[in-house]
C-alpha cells in the first residue's frame, strides 16, 4: 500500500490509515511513540543533565525545573492552546505547514531559558542543553519549510547523545529507545524512513559540534 495518503500534508496525520499494520503493531507503535515523545522524554533527560557532577541536589532540581519551564512547559501550553483554538490539528502537529508557529516559540522560549541561566549563574550544562535546543530548532525548523522531517527523533537522538557524552558508555542504551522511536514513527505513518533517520542524523550531527565548542 502506498504511504502517500499517509503523508498527506494538507491533512492531520494522526487519522493517517494505518490498516496495512497489524493492530498489535500500531498498539505497540502508539504506546512507544507517547512514552518516547519530545514532552515525556524531556522530564528525566534535564534531571540527569542537572543532576551530573553536583552536590547540592536541591540547586540541581530547582535550575531542572527553570529548563524545564522553558523548554518543555511553556511550548506544550502553546500548542495547547493552539489544538483548542484550532489553529493546530494535534499536540503533535502533524501537519507540517502548522510548525512554524510552534518552533519559533520554542526557540525563542529556549533562548529565554538560556538567559535566565547565564544572569543566575546556573549549571554549564545546562546552558548547553538549552543552546542545543536552539540550535537545533533553528535547523529543524528550516528544514520543515520543505519536508516534514521527525522531531520525535531528533528530540531523543539530541537527548541520547548529551547523555552518552556526559555519563559515558552506559548510557549508549538510550540509542535503542531511539530506534525504537523511529519504528514507531513510520509505523503508525507519521513519517517515512528517510525522514526520522534524517532527524535523527542531523540532531546528532548539532549536539555534537555544540558539545565540541561548548565542552562538556
Not at 543566575?120 to 525548523?141: F, R, Y
Not at 548510557?171 to 531511539?178: E, I, N, R
Not at 519504528?183 to 535523527?200: D, F, I, N, Y
Request: glycine residues 6%; positive net charge; contains cysteine.
Amino acid at each position: 500500500m502506498s504511504h502517500r495518503p499517509a503523508l498527506n500534508e494538507s491533512e492531520p496525520a494522526m487519522i493517517a490509515p494505518v490498516a496495512s499494520r497489524s493492530s498489535k503493531q500500531v498498539y505497540v507503535a502508539r504506546y512507544i511513540s507517547a512514552i518516547l515523545s519530545p514532552i515525556v522524554v524531556s522530564l528525566p533527560f534535564v534531571v540527569l543533565v542537572a543532576l551530573y557532577k553536583i552536590q547540592d541536589i536541591l540547586m540541581a532540581c530547582i535550575y531542572a525545573g527553570i529548563v524545564l519551564f522553558f523548554l518543555s512547559f511553556g511550548p506544550m501550553v502553546y500548542i495547547l492552546i493552539g489544538v483548542r483554538k484550532g489553529t493546530f490539528t494535534d499536540i503533535d502537529v502533524s501537519v507540517r505547514s502548522q510548525r512554524t508557529g510552534p518552533f519559533l516559540f520554542g526557540i525563542v522560549s529556549a533562548l529565554a531559558g538560556l538567559f535566565t541561566l547565564f544572569f543566575i549563574h546556573g549549571p554549564k550544562n545546562l546552558e548547553t542543553l538549552l543552546l542545543i535546543t536552539v540550535v537545533s530548532g533553528a535547523v529543524m525548523m528550516f528544514v520543515t519549510l520543505w519536508w516534514k522531517i521527525s522531531i520525535h527523533a531528533s528530540s531523543l537522538a539530541a537527548a541520547a547523545t548529551v547523555l552518552t557524552a556526559l555519563y559515558g558508555y552506559v548510557t549508549l542504551l538510550t540509542f535503542v529507545l531511539l530506534v525504537a522511536v523511529c519504528w514507531s514513527r513510520v509505523v503508525l505513518r507519521r513519517h517515512t524512513l528517510g525522514q526520522v533517520v534524517a532527524g535523527s542524523l542531523v540532531s546528532v550531527g548539532l549536539t555534537v559540534f555544540v558539545l565540541a565548542i561548548r565542552g562538556v
